[in-house]
């Protein structure tokens, strides 16, 4: 590290020719120093100087300085405003670099930061703090698309929603008598995690259970008075919801056919639509099981 | 990996009794009863082994039929069977129908009960499934031999009355 630093001093020395007031050379110093304040008014005049705000050199010490403050003043703060700006500035530093004599170590910086994004998505990704666990997430594919354009984030993406569909579920799961929206999100989101692995079975069996735990929950909030007319309409709709858990807990058991839990949601499933030999039939299968592994 | 969701396989099992309780219930308010039986506790016996007890027993048990307090009442075996309002028999003592609906004969018991072919043996309204759905069929017929005058609301909506 300081060997790279004695690097881009001379660098800056030598070059220090064509930079009229060279507040980037001061701004290196302050920030070697770790005077991260003054090296941040040096550097921003830097960038006003028509003739430094021209050097993709500039720009990435104005990334180093801004980072440092992102890291060391700012704490890693998820708000920092340093952190955009650092990633600004490497940007531009890359665009004005020609020769790209500085493009690894940029983009290993902008990769840095990117990261930074990511592991704040992690932490967020709890139902009290989701949206800004989506909006970190935005941001670290946005920041990392900026070295690699051609990124793909199947893997990421599958992970992230189908965590996200997690939170949505304990927030219905919390509050099942409000009508908040969470039962459809929960639903979307694991659906959309399908969108990018259609086999992903947790995604496919968290389906299942909203929709079953739906229906079962439909019948259990009803009064204990409810008029035969109301018995025959909650089933109606009941029925609706078995039959939509079915395709996606069947595809669960294919991909996981010696799973209990898996066949006791099959079980459950079938037990509401009363169909008795389908209800036999995994009852059986896991006595099997479970006979077979010694349980 | 399933983010600790679980489907509650009790919780299902419970939804069904649930509801044929309730069912249960609107039997007791559209079925009429003698004269005679409009007095004291209004007795609902279960006779088997069926969460639709407890059900029972929870949420209804505190209600009324008219101005007849609900008495649920467990019966595990069948000399331990005795007068009651509605009598529920579930699906694992199907076979001793026939021979209740002979020891109720000259009672006002409504026989219930949940499995294929039960009013030929002398079951009144027999829960039975029709589209993945618990409904059930009446027998006018069997009713009338025990003095029960079932409510056109019970037959309307059954899925067949005899």
Redesign the interface.
């Known amino acids: 590290m300081m060997r790279k630093a004695y690097i881009l001093l001379l660098g800056l020395l030598i070059s220090g020719a064509a930079l009229s007031q060279n507040y980037t050379l001061k701004a290196f110093k302050a920030y070697q120093d770790s005077s991260y304040g003054v090296a941040k008014t040096y550097i921003d005049s830097a960038i006003a100087d028509p003739d430094e705000s021209q050097s993709s050199q500039t720009w990435r010490i104005r990334g180093y300085i801004y980072k440092a403050i992102y890291k060391y003043v700012d704490e890693e703060s998820r708000n920092s405003k340093a952190r955009p700006e650092a990633i600004d500035a490497y940007v531009k530093s890359i665009e004005l670099d020609e020769e790209k004599k500085f493009y690894d170590n940029n983009a290993q910086s902008v990769k840095f930061l990117a990261t930074t994004y990511y592991n704040d998505a992690v932490v967020t990704l709890k139902p009290e703090t989701y949206n800004e666990s989506l909006d970190m997430y935005e941001k670290y594919k946005e920041t990392l698309k900026i070295i690699n354009p051609n990124y793909d984030f199947t893997a990421q993406d599958v992970q992230f929603y189908n ?1 996200l569909g ?1 939170v949505y ?2 927030l219905y ?1 919390r509050d099942k008598e409000s009508d908040n929206g969470y039962f459809e999100k929960a639903i979307e989101t694991y659906k959309k995690t399908l969108e990018f692995d259609k086999d992903n ?2 995604a496919n ?2 389906i299942g ?2 929709y ?2 739906k ?2 929950d439909l ?2 909030a ?1 009064d ?6 109301e ?2 309409d909650t ?2 709709k009941c ?1 609706e919801l ?2 939509k858990a079915l395709p996606y807990m069947n595809t669960a058991h294919e991909q996981r056919p010696k799973n209990i ?1 898996i066949m ?2 099959l ?3 079938w ?5 008795k030999e389908k209800v036999d039939y995994y009852d059986q299968k896991i006595k099997e099981l479970k006979e077979g592994s010694g349980r | 990996m399933f983010a600790g969701h679980t489907h509650g396989q009790d919780r299902g099992e419970q939804a069904q009794a649930r509801l044929k309780a309730i069912y249960v219930y609107n039997f007791a308010t559209l079925v009429d009863w003698p004269s005679e039986y409009k007095r004291g506790s209004f007795i609902i016996g279960v006779y088997g082994d069926t969460k639709v007890y407890d059900e029972l027993q929870k949420n209804h048990s505190s209600k009324t039929v008219g101005s007849q307090p609900i008495r649920v009442k467990k019966f595990n075996k069948f000399s331990e069977i005795e007068r009651c309002h509605i009598l529920y028999v579930s699906a694992d003592k199907s076979a001793s129908v026939a021979k209740l609906a002979d020891k109720f004969m000259p009672k006002s018991t409504l026989v219930v009960t949940e499995s294929q072919g039960l009013l030929k043996d002398g079951s009144i309204i027999n829960f039975i499934v029709q589209g993945n759905k618990a409904a059930y069929e009446v027998s006018k017929t069997n009713a009338e031999k025990h003095r029960l005058i079932i409510n056109s609301t019970l037959t309307n909506l059954a899925a067949h009355v005899e």
Do not use: T
């Open positions: 965590a997690g579920h304990k799961n079975n947790s069996y968290n259970i909203l079953y735990n229906g079962v019948i259990l009803l204990a008075e409810a008029s035969l007319q018995l025959v089933q109606e029925v078995f039959k839990e006791n949601g079980k459950g499933i037990f509401n639509l009363n169909n």
